[in-house]
T-cell receptor, first 113, second 105 residues
Framework: EPEVTQTPSHQVTQMGQEVILRCVPI?????FYWYRQILGQKVEFLVS????????KSEIFDDQFSVERPDGSNFTLKIRSTKLEDSAMYFC???????????FGQGTRLTVV | GIQVEQSPPDLILQEGANSTLRCNFS?????LQWFHQNPWGQLINLFY???GTKQNGRLSATTVATERYSLLYISSSQTTDSGVYFC???????FGKGTRLHILP
């Protein structure tokens, strides 16, 4: 069964460092998303991406964040100059069309120390 | 933006009990989904249910789109059902705060 794959599963980084979280969406999907879940809290929308550009972004997704689809399979989230409060689980998701069933990756647990 | 309310926030039940979880949306959505977040943090798709009723084993879900709510039913609960249940919908796939279910052996 097709699935969304995220790497790494865990990442520990020092405050101020840049991190890149990677996702491989389901191959025939066209819409891609990133979410953040701080421990014990709800899953929060960060950004959606379609046709090589950002469709929508939340107020959380400030200049510290960027997304890219560098090739035909990967979808990345870059966090520049990480802060302690960026520690969270980050999920990638993809859908075939807008407003259809979404499939989520297993998440990357980011710890900023 | 759309608001998603889930109730109850927490639920503790004995193994074998039945439960009903509710999800209300502030506006119409046409892609409502239910997820189970397991102890490892993974989001497991339970149902994609924009409207109507679906069943999968001991779990079933009903969405009344015209009234902007959905219900998730869990029958004969098992300890492996423990975890957080989320509903989500909208083009940005907005999540509720979840219902934390704890099944006691």
């Amino acid at each position: 069964e097709p699935e969304v794959t995220q790497t790494p599963s865990h990442q520990v980084t020092q405050m101020g460092q840049e991190v890149i979280l990677r996702c491989v969406p389901i191959s025939n999907h066209l819409y891609f998303y990133w979410y953040r879940q701080i421990l014990g809290q709800k899953v929060e929308f960060l950004v959606s991406f379609y046709n090589n550009e950002i469709s929508e972004k939340s107020e959380i997704f400030d200049d510290q964040f960027s997304v890219e689809r560098p090739d035909g399979s990967n979808f990345t989230l870059k966090i520049r100059s990480t802060k302690l409060e960026d520690s969270a689980m980050y999920f990638c998701a993809s859908t075939g069309r807008t407003n259809t069933e979404a499939f989520f990756g297993q998440g990357t647990r980011l710890t900023v120390v | 933006g759309i608001q998603v309310e889930q109730s109850p926030p927490d639920l503790i039940l004995q193994e074998g009990a039945n439960s009903t979880l509710r999800c209300n949306f502030s506006d119409s959505v046409n892609n409502l989904q239910w997820f189970h977040q397991n102890p490892w943090g993974q989001l497991i798709n339970l149902f994609y249910i924009p409207s109507g009723t679906k069943q999968n084993g001991r779990l079933s879900a009903t969405t009344v789109a015209t009234e902007r709510y959905s219900l998730l039913y869990i029958s004969s609960s098992q300890t492996t059902d423990s975890g957080v249940y989320f509903c989500a919908g909208d083009d940005k796939i907005i999540f509720g705060k979840g219902t934390r279910l704890h099944i006691l052996p």
